[in-house]
C-alpha cells in the first residue's frame, strides 16, 4: 500500500506518516517498505485515476510503498486513534492464532 492511502487508513496526514517512519527507520527494513522509482510511479498513475491527482503530495519524492509487514509496524509507531486500535486488533489475532494453534494441534506440528 502506498503511504497517503494508509494515512488515510490511520487517519494520520501522510507527511505525519512519513515523519513517524523517518523517526523509527530501524523498525523499517527494505523489506517492510520501500520509495518507488520515478517510472514505477508514472505508470501507477497513468493506471490509477485517483493516484493521479495527489495535489497535497509532495511532488520532489515519490511515495513510499509498504508490504504487509510495514503496514503493521506502522500501526505500532503511529499516535492516532485509529492506528492504536489496528494494533491491538493485529496483537489479538496473533493471540487468536496462537490458541487456535494449541487446541488443534495438527495446525502446531505443521
Not at 48 to 59: D, E, F, M, P
Not at 86 to 95: C, G, K, L, R, T
Amino acid at each position: 500500500m502506498l503511504d497517503f492511502d494508509l494515512a488515510v487508513l490511520y487517519e494520520v496526514e501522510t507527511k505525519v506518516l512519513n515523519q513517524s517512519v523517518k523517526r523509527n527507520k530501524d523498525r523499517f527494513p527494505e523489506r517492510f517498505m520501500f520509495r518507488l522509482k520515478e517510472t514505477e510511479w508514472d505508470v501507477m498513475r497513468s493506471q490509477i485515476v485517483t493516484a493521479s491527482n495527489q495535489s497535497k503530495r509532495n511532488l520532489e519524492a515519490t511515495p513510499f510503498a509498504f508490504t504487509e509487514h510495514g503496514v503493521t509496524m506502522l500501526a505500532g509507531v503511529l499516535r492516532s486513534k485509529k492506528a492504536i486500535k489496528m494494533n491491538i486488533a493485529i496483537v489479538e489475532a496473533f493471540i487468536d492464532l496462537k490458541e487456535i494453534a494449541f487446541t488443534y494441534k495438527e495446525f502446531a506440528e505443521i
